[in-house]
Nanobody, 123 residues
């Protein structure tokens, strides 16, 4: 199983970016795919997750970020709008093959991780 994240970069506050995570090694359509982020000196935190078509979000990104997936391409996306300097972090995608829905936001419940992509938002 491999996850390849891409799409990060430098953007001004208020701008947008779209992250992609291409998965390979097996079919992922039935599994939860998630995005997490880690800023310097901080712990990794949940951003968003999706299983079927609906997504769940952290309070800090709700209304600004949208997670989606294209099962035909085995790819999950994170559309990030109205970016803020506090969104600056390395963003990671991950997949989990099972577990209670209630633990979706816990990074320890995810089985495989991508390498991360840097997002920097300037003020």
């Amino acid at each position: 199983v491999q996850l390849q994240a891409s799409g990060g970069g430098l953007v001004q506050a208020g701008g947008s970016l779209r992250l992609s995570c291409a998965a390979s090694g097996r079919t992922f359509s039935s599994y939860v795919m998630g995005w997490f982020r880690q800023a310097p000196g901080k712990e990794r935190e949940f951003v968003a997750a999706i299983r079927w078509s609906g997504g769940s979000y952290s309070d800090s990104v709700k209304g600004r970020f949208t997670i989606s997936r294209d099962n035909a391409k085995n790819t999950v996306y994170l559309q990030m709008n109205s970016l803020k300097p506090e969104d600056t972090a390395v963003y990671y995608c991950a997949v989990r093959f099972g577990g209670p829905i209630a633990t979706t936001q816990e990074s320890t419940t995810y089985d495989y991780w991508g390498q991360g992509t840097q997002v920097t938002v300037s003020s």
